[in-house]
T-cell receptor, first 115, second 110 residues
Framework: NAGVMQNPRHLVRRRGQEARLRCSPM?????VYWYRQLPEEGLKFMVY????????ESGMPKERFSAEFPKEGPSILRIQQVVRGDSAAYFC?????????????FGPGTRLTVL | GQQLNQSPQSMFIQEGEDVSMNCTSS?????WLWYKQEPGEGPVLLIA?????ELTSNGRLTAQFGITRKDSFLNISASIPSDVGIYFC??????????FGDGTTLTVKP
């Protein structure tokens, strides 16, 4: 049973370009979470999705950021018109049910560098 | 928003020593979790705590869910070099998302 997969592992973009980060949850998991991590800091919650629905996006900036989890295919975190401050590691986690009582399994992350 | 204060920020210990780290919050959490993260990887769950006052062990690791639901500690006994990494506490509420502390970086000298 493969773990959570994220791609690409490393992504370099110039200011103003778009970044698309993909996350394939573990088999049987319908809950996906995106977190951002800056160097020497903990993970900061961005968005929680459950198949085709956004449950909680309170941690996601209102502009330039969007997330989706379509019925078929991976979850996508999209950052439009990237700026240097978007440089960070972005982690995806998945769980079988809501995180309160179900373990979240984390992917290896995508490291975004904005030049 | 909710915040977790994790301490210490870093620890340098000799192999064989015991380690203790803790997290406190002004908010109540329904679940406390402890993760370990190694360079270039995502966090891996070590221990999950679901009930106030609960004390749980996983090998050389022991963690407790504070009775007030606002704190938790993690102990590692008889540390070994492979314990090196960053340890994070995290708390969950009914909302389902996790709030993370800023981590404790552990260095173990052989």
């Amino acid at each position: 049973n493969a773990g959570v997969m994220q791609n690409p592992r490393h992504l370099v973009r110039r200011r103003g370009q778009e970044a698309r980060l993909r996350c394939s949850p573990m088999k049987g998991h319908s809950h996906v979470y995106w977190y951002r991590q800056l160097p020497e800091e903990g993970l900061k919650f961005m968005v929680y999705l459950q198949k085709e629905n956004i449950i909680d996006e309170s941690g996601m900036p209102k502009e330039r950021f969007s997330a989706e989890f379509p019925k078929e295919g991976p979850s996508i975190l999209r950052i439009q018109q990237v700026v240097r401050g978007d440089s960070a590691a972005y982690f995806c986690a998945s769980s079988r049910g809501p995180a309160l009582y179900n373990e979240q399994f984390f992917g290896p992350g995508t490291r975004l560098t904005v030049l | 928003g909710q915040q977790l204060n994790q301490s210490p920020q870093s620890m340098f210990i000799q192999e064989g020593e015991d380690v203790s780290m803790n997290c406190t919050s002004s908010s109540i959490f329904n679940t406390w979790l402890w993760y370990k993260q190694e360079p270039g990887e995502g966090p891996v769950l070590l221990i999950a705590l679901y009930k106030a006052g609960e004390l749980t062990s996983n090998g050389r690791l022991t963690a407790q869910f504070g009775i007030t639901r606002k704190d938790s500690f993690l102990n590692i006994s008889a540390s070994i070099p492979s314990d090196v990494g960053i340890y994070f506490c995290a708390g969950n509420t009914n909302a389902g998302k996790s709030t993370f502390g800023d981590g404790t970086t552990l260095t173990v000298k052989p």
